[in-house]
């Protein structure tokens, strides 16, 4: 069986740990390999080799950083193929998905080439007679990034080349359902030049999430993952006087409007709603049916659902994969069970479906629910998987309602071909991230992606400006030079003259 390890200091290390976890392929059931649950001993190793590396790696030139971010760049799309296949042979999605995922991940890296720009501050001449004044921007020591299964590409690279290209080092924790794509990024970022302890993998699961949150070398955490979790992540960096960005879930709302292009919002819901079989955090799971909009939207929609075409993620035909694991199969159809319970009414049932071949593989056919009540827990909590709940309202007031009360912002989106509804809702909604016409608002990687309310714990948003923010501290200096003004003591507050 293939061991998955760490890479600490330029190289795989195995660690202390006798514990490992169980690692499959979702299309076939199958373990493909253990992965190794780090200790807080290796976990302590690894910002150990990062704060070693942090003197240098900081007193580079950006330009320096810069160009090893560009080679880095060459290599990830050298290995496109190799890092799509192990995102699909660990996470199940389907391959043209993965290698999305892949490219939206490398924009990251595309940006952090740029960082020179990005960190040359500001300049005042003459703030006071004969006084100068700039802000530069520093990074901060060590950083951590803690990462979800459902992007073990995208999400770790929303983090740790930023923060690198800021002049940090990183220890990077994946989500151990998922390792491997980690460690063969650290394995080219190595290749690009990047010197040893700047970039290191702990895998590993509460253990050395543990260890990170009380490491005081650890002077800033970034989180992807679920509400509870990233709430814990936050309360507990903060209590350590640590930086932290907390990214949680979501239930993310698509607005469907009686006057939209019926066909453009079906087609949108039918691939934000089932794409990577709904283990998206920017996955669509509610439709709201707004005036007399309802039947034609659900008619339109259980065609489809029913028609997806659902297989394992290297078939080029599959649009829709397995789910990632056994255990989360589970819990999805336990969530269906549940909506049934509670009195939706349940128009595709996706529980019985089986692939011939892949008795074992983890499939959920698609699920359509109508006449969902926002009182409802399929409502309420986030399900993560291919099942879409359609909540009928009376008018657009109704539906901008129901979007803010909802616990969870992070995305939402409207269908509408009338401007003055588009630009009211984009200007009300309580959400972080707004689509018109776009079914999965992910914004691009030169601005910042993140949620508000419960969907994000923290100030700042992940890459783009706010990425630069994050990974950096701002200082700001003031300076005369004696040659100019000659001065007495002055025991008053200074104000510019
Ligand atoms: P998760 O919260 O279970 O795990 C995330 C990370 O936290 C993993 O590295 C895991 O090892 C670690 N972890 C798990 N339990 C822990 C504990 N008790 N103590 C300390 N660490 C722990 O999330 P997941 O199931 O891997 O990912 C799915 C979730 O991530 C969904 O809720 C999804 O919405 C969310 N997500 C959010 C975003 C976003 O941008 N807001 C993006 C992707 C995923």
Request: hydrophobic share 40%; proline share 5%; with cysteine.
């Amino acid at each position: 069986m293939k061991l998955i390890e760490h890479f600490i200091e330029g190289k795989n290390f195995s660690g202390d740990s006798k514990r490992t976890g169980k690692v499959f392929n979702p299309a076939t059931g199958e373990q493909s390999a253990e992965v190794k649950l780090g200790t807080a001993k290796d976990l302590n190793y690894a910002v150990e080799s990062a704060k070693k590396a942090f003197e240098s790696w900081s007193n580079k030139p950006p330009i320096q950083r810069a160009r090893i971010m560009f080679k880095f760049k060459e290599l990830i799309e050298k290995n496109s193929d190799e890092l799509t296949k192990t995102i699909v042979s660990e996470h199940g999605k389907v391959y043209e998905d993965a290698k999305g995922s892949l490219v939206r991940g490398l924009e990251v890296v595309e940006y952090a080439c740029g960082i020179p720009q990005m960190l040359k501050g500001e300049f005042t001449e003459n703030v006071g007679t004969n006084v100068d004044s700039w802000s530069t921007r520093q990074p901060l020591g060590v950083c951590a990034g803690i990462t979800p299964f459902n992007f073990p590409a995208m999400v770790p690279m929303w983090m740790f080349p930023m923060a690198i290209a800021c002049g940090n080092t990183f220890v990077l924790k994946p989500s151990e359902k998922d390792p491997s794509c980690s460690i063969k990024l650290a394995e080219l970022f190595l290749e690009a030049g990047l010197p040893k302890g700047v970039f290191n993998v702990v895998n590993g699961d509460k253990e050395s999430v543990d260890a990170i949150i009380k490491n005081k070398d650890v002077l800033a955490v970034s989180f992807v993952g679920s509400t509870p979790i990233a709430k814990y992540i936050y309360e507990n960096c903060a209590k350590n006087e640590k930086r932290v960005q907390a990214l949680g879930g979501a239930k993310n709302h698509c607005v469907v409007m009686p006057d939209c292009d019926l066909e453009q919002a079906v087609n949108g819901l039918m691939g934000a709603a089932y794409g990577s079989a709904g283990e998206r955090c920017m996955a669509q799971s509610v439709a709201v049916a707004v005036g007399n909009v309802g039947d034609d939207l659900v008619k339109n929609l259980a065609k489809k659902v029913e028609a997806l075409k659902i297989g394992p993620g290297m078939d080029k035909k599959s649009e829709m994969g397995p789910l990632v694991t056994k255990e989360h199969l589970e819990k999805v159809k336990s969530y269906v069970d549940l909506g049934v319970k509670e009195g939706a009414k349940l128009i595709v049932d996706g529980r019985k479906f089986k692939l011939q071949g892949y008795e074992n593989g983890h499939y959920l056919g698609g699920c359509l629910f109508d006449h969902v009540k926002k009182d409802m827990r399929i409502y309420k909590e986030e399900i993560f998987g291919p099942v879409l709940s359609v909540v009928r309202v009376k008018n657009f007031d109704e539906a901008l309602q129901l979007v803010n009360d909802h616990e969870f912002g992070n995305g939402v989106s409207i269908f509408t071909r009338d401007g003055d509804s588009a630009r009211t809702f984009s200007n009300k909604a309580k959400i972080g991230m707004v689509g018109i016409n776009i079914p999965i608002p992910v914004p691009v990687a030169f601005h910042s992606f993140g949620g508000w309310k419960r969907s994000l714990f923290g100030d700042q948003h992940m890459h783009g400006p706010e990425g630069v923010r994050f990974y950096t501290k701002l200082k700001t200096m003031t300076s005369r030079w004696p040659s100019g003004l000659r001065s007495d003591p002055e025991f008053t507050m200074p104000t510019m003259k």
